[in-house]
């Protein structure tokens, strides 16, 4: 299992982006521009995420001097 | 067409599979960037040339170099040099320069046909897209303008300076006050009514 913050966000992207064909490939079958409208919200929601998740990866670096997801666990959830 | 969409489709495959399964995240960064224009190649076979666009500006662009930029950024360490004299091994590009020059010879294929019409669906234009953004889906964009903002506050929050400079500079000013007026705590804490007299 991968516990490195930067793969887990990378995989997200696939993740989003493997929605995103899902989303244009409908569209397209049925030739209506709803599926590629859809795509351009999960592209824009995209950015903001990873803006966000970056931001937090470069804290958490700052803090625990690693990128181990599990090293983050100060809340014992 | 359809071959373009097939090939370009089995590259998007193979490459999303080589990120998953990379150790080195630059090496992940190379295939995914393969990937997502693969993605782009099978958005345009599909007959959607706008977000084909889209996919290679945004995401390919914008969003892989935030990426990049993170990477950079935290491999500031003394192995950094050891580590980007591997990178530069050469072999290392390989893979995706196979790829990619599969894709490229793709699009060649492609613009040079320059018959867009034979898709399975039909062609959906980017005046299509553009009238139905800004008709009914108004107030999708208009959510997504304020999760950008958000997003913009929300990083400008994160990438802040962090909390143990700032109480170390006051830490610093309290300390010079209490110099100042002798050791006296009182005083030092009211420093304009003690500069009054």
């Not at chain 2, 997502?36 to 959607?48: D, I, K, N, R, T």
């Not at chain 2, 935290?74 to 530069?88: D, S, T, V, Y």
Request: charge should be neutral; aromatic fraction near 8%; charged fraction near 15%.
């Amino acid at each position: 299992m991968r516990r490195n913050l930067i793969f887990i966000l990378m995989s997200i992207e696939i993740m989003l982006n493997g929605t995103g064909v899902a989303f244009v490939a409908a569209g397209s079958r049925w030739g209506q521009p709803d599926g590629q409208i859809m795509f351009l919200f999960i592209l824009a929601m995209a950015a903001a995420e990873v803006s966000v998740g970056l931001a937090l990866v470069l804290r958490l670096y700052h803090l625990h001097h690693n990128l181990d997801a599990d090293a983050a666990n100060e809340m014992r959830g | 067409m359809e071959v373009a969409f097939y090939i370009a489709g089995i590259v998007a495959i193979v490459s999303t599979v080589l990120t998953i399964t990379r150790l080195n995240a630059v090496h992940a960064l190379l295939y995914l960037i393969v990937s997502l224009l693969a993605v782009a190649v099978v958005f345009y076979a599909m007959g959607a040339p706008l977000v084909a666009a889209l996919e290679v500006i945004i995401y390919a662009g914008a969003i892989m170099v935030l990426f990049v930029f993170v990477i950079m950024m935290l491999n500031l360490g003394k192995r950094a040099a050891i580590a980007e004299g591997q990178w530069m091994q050469g072999n290392v590009w390989v893979g995706p320069v196979l790829l990619s020059a599969v894709l490229i010879a793709e699009v060649v294929y492609l613009i040079l046909r320059a018959r867009l019409t034979e898709s399975a669906g039909g062609v959906v234009d980017p005046k299509q897209v553009g009238l139905a953004l800004y008709g009914p889906y108004l107030i999708g964009v208009e959510l997504s303008s304020m999760l950008l903002l958000g997003a913009l506050v929300g990083a400008c929050h994160l990438g802040r300076p962090v909390l143990e400079k700032a109480e170390g500079r006051y830490d610093r000013n309290s300390d010079g006050a209490r110099a100042h007026s002798g050791g006296n705590p009182i005083r030092a804490g009211a420093r304009g009514a003690s500069d009054a007299p």
